[in-house]
């Protein structure tokens, strides 16, 4: 089985400063690994995704994270935040299989204050 | 959230009572599942689904069960509603190695 450690329940942050919401994984197996976003009383939205290949993988609104298979971690990072990322953050696992059942780390409230 | 509808978006329940969450997609995907969301405790996997006919129990599948008659539907059925099973539901639905997520329903038992 999969599983997966949010370190952060909550990150304070100020407008325009870099965060970094940390994700470690514990799994027997290789693994896919996946940052959600979900904002107040919304659904999720996927973030980015690590299937394979580069390790660094990039999201359209300036998000990143970084598999690192010898720290098994997937950590998110954002250069510089804006109001609006204030939202829960995601960290989900699957193991490499074609029926993506994810467990879902507890998430990370992410903060953004002017 | 395009091609997964859930309803009803939110339901209050008497302990005891039965109610069916609906899940509906348009996408023709094969894979679908139900997870439900609890404060501090992310996501959890009740039963998922690989195809019509065919489901399988997730992490947290006690009080509840599903059927897959369609590609389409994918209906979780509480038969006694108990104070526990107060959550958020998302139903969601993977193809493309891509996993899509339902808007949520807001279930309390009281």
Redo the contacts between chains.
């Keep these: 089985a999969q599983s997966v450690t949010q370190l952060d329940s909550q990150v304070p942050v100020f407008e325009e400063a870099p965060v970094e919401l940390r994700c470690n994984y514990s799994s027997s197996v290789s693994v896919y690994l996946f940052w959600y976003v979900q904002y107040p009383n919304q659904g999720l939205q996927l973030l980015l995704k690590y299937l394979s290949g580069s390790t660094l993988v990039e999201s359209i609104n300036g998000f990143e994270a970084e598999f690192n298979k010898s720290q098994t971690s997937f950590h998110l990072r954002k250069p510089s935040v804006h109001i609006s990322d204030t939202a829960e953050y995601f960290c989900a696992v699957s193991k490499r299989s074609n029926d993506y059942k994810l467990s879902f780390g507890a998430g990370t409230t992410v903060t953004v204050r002017a | 959230?395009a091609g997964v509808t859930q309803t009803p978006k939110f339901r209050i329940l008497k302990i005891g009572q039965s109610m069916t969450l609906q899940c509906t997609q348009d996408m023709n995907h094969n894979?679908m599942?139900w997870?439900r969301q609890d404060p501090?405790?992310?996501?959890?996997?009740i039963y998922?689904s690989?195809g019509a006919g065919i489901t399988d129990k997730?992490?947290v599948p006690n009080g509840y069960n599903v059927s897959r008659s369609t590609t389409e539907d994918f209906p979780l059925r509480l038969e006694l509603a108990a104070p526990s099973q107060t959550s958020v539901y998302?139903c969601a639905i993977?193809g493309g190695?891509?996993?899509y997520?339902?808007?949520?329903s807001w279930l309390t038992v009281v």
């Design positions: 959230n894979y599942y997870y501090g405790m992310g996501l959890k996997l998922y690989v997730g992490e998302f993977s190695n891509t996993i997520f339902g808007e949520g």
